[in-house]
């Protein structure tokens, strides 16, 4: 199990899954996307053979719905919530482990357009010098919900109708590196009813299989989302199918505020699924880490 102060400790081949660890991440060329000399020698004998997408996955920061369910209170600011300031604090901590390398350098750089992904990847593109890629369908799981009780999915009905979210100038103001899909208006970008898990299901599936398809071996994409959706691109990627109708997931992947998973789609060695580590959070102090 992944301990909120630890990247992951073991290695193991489940169902085509192997998951490894680096202590002290040794061998991590920042100057080449941040690909290892061990991951580029695996791959010169199957990038020829196979659809590769390396990911860096990073949660957004703490936002303001993320701290009244700690705190256990409902938040009634609907599902696009912004950060917190401590929220804040865990994005400027991550843009700076990028720029003194201690993150790979990532070759593209894709957000989420909910408000508090916006907000994470802001000061990353700012260190990186890069500009982000608005994607809309890397959104949370539920799309932008009016719900109140500060869940990720927030509690409206599925179907219902749904918040369209920030539109193109205050996502500009918050980010000005981002570039924006043609379809987001000053009305906002989200204009679809609330969707249901199974929904969110199939989205993870196209999503994946869009990054499999869109880039290649040699490149590392960086991607802001969130805790559900990544929950559920690990589950596509790894061919695990969850039990969409049960209450909770029967596994659970624990990713901190601002942390960050690597991995890779097909491993190098013929692995479904490699796991470089899982959240990463040593950019951050103690006193910064949050769930």
Not at 50 to 78: C, D, P, Y
Not at 158 to 165: D, E, H, T
Request: with cysteine.
């Amino acid at each position: 199990m992944v301990g909120v102060h630890d990247a992951v400790v073991c290695r193991q081949s489940l169902a085509g899954v192997r998951i490894i660890n680096n202590k002290g991440w040794p061998g991590w060329d920042t100057h080449r996307g941040g690909v290892s000399t061990r991951w580029r020698r695996a791959l010169r004998l199957s990038e020829r053979e196979r659809h590769i997408v390396k990911l860096l996955l990073i949660r957004h920061g703490q936002s303001q719905s993320n701290l009244a369910w700690i705190e256990g209170r409902k938040f009634s600011g609907g599902g696009d919530s912004a950060l917190t300031p401590l929220g804040h604090d865990q994005a400027h901590a991550l843009a700076r482990a990028f720029e003194q390398g201690k993150l790979p350098r990532p070759d593209r750089l894709l957000s989420s357009l909910m408000v508090r992904a916006v907000q994470t990847v802001a000061p990353v593109s700012e260190a990186l010098g890069m500009p982000v890629s608005g994607v809309l369908d890397v959104h949370e799981v539920g799309g932008v919900s009016r719900g109140d009780d500060g869940s990720p999915e927030g509690s409206a009905p599925v179907g219902s109708q749904s918040y369209p979210g920030l539109g193109r100038f205050e996502l500009s103001n918050w980010c000005p590196g981002i570039k924006l899909p043609p379809t987001v208006t000053e009305q906002g970008w989200y204009f679809r009813p609330v969707e249901s898990r199974e929904q969110g299901w199939r989205r993870a599936q196209q999503v994946a299989s869009r990054l499999q398809e869109q880039y290649g071996p040699d490149e590392l994409i960086a991607l802001v989302t969130h805790g559900l959706f990544i929950n559920f691109l690990l589950g596509v990627l790894a061919g695990w199918q969850p039990d969409l109708a049960a209450p909770t997931l029967d596994t659970w992947y624990q990713i901190n505020n601002a942390g960050t998973l690597l991995l890779m789609s097909p491993g190098p060695y013929g692995e479904r699924l490699w796991i470089e580590w899982i959240n990463r959070v040593d950019h951050m102090a103690p006193d910064q880490l949050t769930m």
